[in-house]
């Protein structure tokens, strides 16, 4: 039997994907997995077609938030009956995996169409050697960035602070306000409330003062960082092995995480795999079972150095031996019971990129803030309706 999985992981982490894959096949001489990477451009539109045209591969590694649309396509199975198996399932399926993983399924009437494998969120990354220098501490609220990002600047003659994806950073921002990008049970837009322009405004300001600038062709702080052209910045806590790489011994590199207890975080790194319609003959689950073992999955949360999705995986030798040595990770494990999870509802990747163009067209004064919340949130609710 081959079972075929589509997916999106290069270099280290696709080394250990295909050793994982080894391993399962070692244990299982009669199932080959064959491994397909996809390039990240597009990616979900070519699932999507796939899905339409009853073409996916036996396995799709995608975002939760893609999920709906796929489920409506009818392309995938519901694992229920396989998760709660009493023989062969997951014992203590909805116990051991992480509380805010669990709300994905919400939406989809808590059946389960799509198996998780980690999550994480984003992180202030800082350059401590500057910041000892400055004598400045780096900011436990959103509302102290300002005066760190002004110091940063000041020191460095350039804007010394951005987000490495804006949009996900500033839903993260908006919903620790306890506003909201969408009104879930409603379907109704919320990124356009009075809060949510609060917060666009806040940023914004940030960068007309030249405190704060956003990514644009750099494409990726991580150079811009290590060089000493941006002092601290907000990326996802899986960038940190690039980025401790980067810095190397050029400077001390800091982390901290938002500390806000009130509300829930946001999980912006939420890979989950999900299985087509296929024949059971060709039944894929048992890769899925054993990429959520807890060894495999501990070992999985050192490789991405976020959090792995079970508590039996957290609490493996491997991975408690992991949080000692990885700041970033621990910073994320020591709020794992805090994590919020992204909406998965249809429309929800039109949505996103819709209010990306929006904010991106508000930061470069390409449109007024009316004018491109007007036409995201048109595009939006097109989208959720469809």
Known sequence: MEITIWHQYSDQYEVWFQKVADEFHAKNPDITVKLQYQPADQYEAKVMAAAKADDLPSMVHSAAANMTSYINEGALVNMDDYIYDSTVGYENFDEDINSGL??????????????????????FFYNKTMFEELGIEPPKTWSEVEAVATAVSDKIGKPGFGFQIMVDGYMEVLTQAGGEVIDLENKTIGFDSETAREKITWYKDLIDKKVARLVGDDKHFTNPFANGDVGCYVALSGNYGYLATAVGDKFE??????????????SLSEPVFTLRIIRKRNWPADVLKYLLSPEVNAECGTVFGALPASTAAMNESVYQDFLKVN??????????DSYGYMPTIAGWYELRTSLD????????????????LAEARKSAEAAIRK
């Open 357 to 372: 163009k929006a904010l991106e067209e508000i930061m470069l004064d390409i449109s007024d803030m009316d004018t491109a």
């Open 102 to 123: 669990n709300q994905m399924y919400v939406p989809w009437g808590n059946k389960r169409y799509a198996m998780p494998l980690f999550l994480g969120g984003n992180v």
């Open 253 to 266: 590199l800091g982390q901290r995480r938002f500390l806000r207890r009130t509300q829930k975080f946001v």
């Open 327 to 336: 700041p970033v990770a621990a910073a994320v494990y020591e709020q794992r």
